[in-house]
C-alpha cells in the first residue's frame, strides 16, 4: 500500500555563516546559540540532527514546538527495530498453519461473545457504513485478538527511529508527523499509543495515517480514540472497508467444486463473470444456489494450489485484502467471519498429511519445550524463533523430519508421547 521512496540521509545543518566578523563576536553568537538551543539527549550527532530536520518540518506541518519537544526530542532511538524492517523471512508459514492458529475454536467463541455483548454498536456501524458486524468483528479478532494484544512498542520510539535511520525514512517521518497529530488534537494520549514496531495501533491496528484518513469519532464523546473506544475502532474499520469498495449484502466469497480435470483460469485477480465460471462447471461445495446475477465478476482462488480448498471471491474479498495486502490475511478474516456466522470448516482439507495447531495446541508444544528444558521465554502460543530453534532440536532427538522447526500435528504427538508418564504402545 505504501511506496518505498528512496532514504533520507539526515544530517546537521552546515554551520553558520559569520561574515567575517571579529572572532569575539563569533564566539558571543555561539554562545547564545547554545544558551537557547533544545539540550543534546543522544550521543549520536547524526541523529540530533534528524531531529533538527524532523522539527523543522512537524512547525511548517502545524505541529508545535511544545509537542514536538516534549514527544520526539526526549526520545532514545532503537537500533533493534532495523532488524526488523530489513528482516527477510526466515520461516515461512503454510496457510494451513496460518489459518489453524487465526481462526480457531477460542477465536470464534470470544468472537461469538464480542458480537453479543457490542450488538447495539455493530447494529449502528452496519446501518451507518454498510459492513455486518461478524466482518468487523473478524477484523478486530485477527488485528488484535479483540483488544488482547495491542503490541508493546511505543509509537513514538519505533516511528522517530524509523524516521533517522534505515530504509524507508520519507515514509516513517510521515507516520511520525501523523502521530504527533494524534497527540496533538488531544484524541489519544501519548503513553497509550503503543503497538507494533512499524507503528500500527489500537483495537483494530491502524497506522496514523490511515487514523488520519479513516477514523471516525463514533461514540460522540468528541475524540476519535481507537484504543480505549471500541465502538470508534469498529465504526473506523467499517469505514475503511467501505471506502475499499465494500459491496453491502454481497459476500466476500465461498467454497466451490470444481469439475473433474478442470483447466480453467484461477487468481485473485483473474476475474470472469459469474456466468462463464457456471458454464465451466463450478459449483458451491455445500450445493447451495449461487445466487448473484451471471454478470457478477468474480475470481478463481486456490491458496494452496488445484489439491487444496478452492473459492470464487468478489470484491468484497479484494476490500478486506486492501486492509493488510496479503492473501492469506484475507481469507483468515473472510473465514472466521463465517464462523462466527455458525459456518464450519472448509469441505476440502488442506494438502498436508501434517495439519497446524490451534493456538492452544501452540501453549502445549511450549509447556512441554519447557518441560524438556528449553529457555523459549512465555507460553504465549506465538510460534517464533526461539520456540522454533527448539522444535528443531527435538525433532533431531526424535528422528522427526525435515527438521524445520515447524510446530504441527506430528510433533506435538511425539512430544506429548515423549512427556513424564506418558503412555506407551505397550501399555
Known amino acids: 500500500m505504501n511506496a518505498s521512496p528512496a532514504p533520507i540521509t539526515c ?59 516534549a514527544h520526539v526530542r526526549t526520545v532514545t532511538p532503537d537500533p533493534s527495530l532495523l532488524g526488523l524492517l530489513n528482516a527477510q523471512p526466515e520461516f515461512t508459514t503454510p496457510i494451513w498453519d496460518y489459518l489453524a492458529g487465526l481462526v480457531d475454536d477460542e477465536r470464534v467463541a470470544d468472537g461469538r461473545r464480542m458480537l453479543a455483548e457490542h450488538a447495539d454498536a455493530l447494529a449502528r456501524v452496519e446501518a451507518e457504513y454498510g459492513v455486518d458486524p461478524e466482518t468487523v468483528v473478524a477484523v478486530w479478532g485477527v488485528e488484535s485478538d479483540y483488544g488482547n494484544t495491542f503490541g508493546k ?4 520510539t519505533s516511528l522517530t527511529t524509523l524516521s533517522c535511520m534505515g530504509r524507508r525514512q520519507s515514509f516513517f517521518r510521515g507516520e511520525l508527523i501523523d502521530t504527533l ?11 497509550r499509543l503503543v503497538g507494533s514496531w512499524a507503528g500500527a495501533f489500537g483495537h483494530t491496528q491502524f497506522m496514523p495515517s490511515t487514523y488520519r484518513r479513516i477514523a471516525v469519532d463514533f461514540d460522540g464523546d468528541g475524540r476519535r480514540d481507537l484504543v480505549g473506544s471500541i465502538p470508534d475502532a469498529l465504526a473506523s474499520t467499517a469505514n475503511y472497508l467501505k471506502r475499499s469498495g465494500w459491496r453491502t449484502g454481497q459476500p466476500w466469497g465461498f467454497e466451490v467444486r470444481l469439475p473433474a480435470g478442470f483447466d480453467g483460469p484461477s487468481g485473485r485477480t483473474n476475474r470472469r463473470p459469474l456466468s462463464e465460471w457456471r458454464g465451466r462447471g463450478i459449483t458451491r461445495v455445500d450445493g447451495g444456489a449461487i445466487g448473484l446475477p451471471g454478470d457478477t465478476r468474480a475470481a478463481l482462488f486456490q491458496p494452496a494450489g488445484a489439491s487444496g480448498p478452492s473459492f470464487l471471491v468478489f470484491k468484497n474479498f479484494d476490500a ?4 493488510n495486502a496479503a492473501e492469506s490475511y484475507a ?44 529457555d523459549i521465554g512465555e507460553v504465549d502460543g506465538m510460534i517464533g524463533s526461539a520456540t522454533r530453534a527448539a522444535i528443531k532440536l527435538e525433532q533431531a532427538k526424535l528422528g522427526i523430519t525435515p527438521i524445520d522447526g515447524r510446530a504441527g500435528q506430528r510433533m506435538l504427538r511425539a512430544l506429548r508421547a515423549a512427556a513424564p508418564g506418558a503412555a506407551t504402545p505397550s501399555e
Open 181 to 191: 497529530r494524534i497527540i496533538q488534537s488531544g484524541d489519544v494520549a501519548a503513553d
Open 11 to 69: 544530517r546537521r545543518d552546515s554551520p553558520p555563516f559569520t561574515g567575517g566578523r571579529p572572532l569575539r563576536f563569533q564566539r558571543l553568537a555561539l554562545a547564545l546559540a547554545a544558551a537557547f538551543a533544545w539540550p543534546s539527549v543522544h550521543a549520536d550527532p547524526a541523529f540530533d540532527g534528524c531531529l533538527d530536520e524532523l522539527g523543522t518540518r512537524a512547525r511548517g506541518e502545524g505541529i508545535s514546538s511544545s509537542v514536538f519537544d
Open 331 to 374: 481469507l483468515a478474516i473472510a473465514h472466521l467471519s463465517d464462523r462466527l456466522r455458525g459456518g464450519g470448516a472448509f469441505a476440502t482439507a488442506w494438502p498436508t498429511a501434517d495439519a497446524g495447531l490451534s493456538r492452544v495446541e501452540r501453549r502445549e508444544v511450549q509447556t512441554l519445550l519447557l518441560a524438556r528444558g528449553h
Open 153 to 156: 512498542r511505543p509509537l513514538l
Open 320 to 323: 478486506i485484502y486492501s486492509y
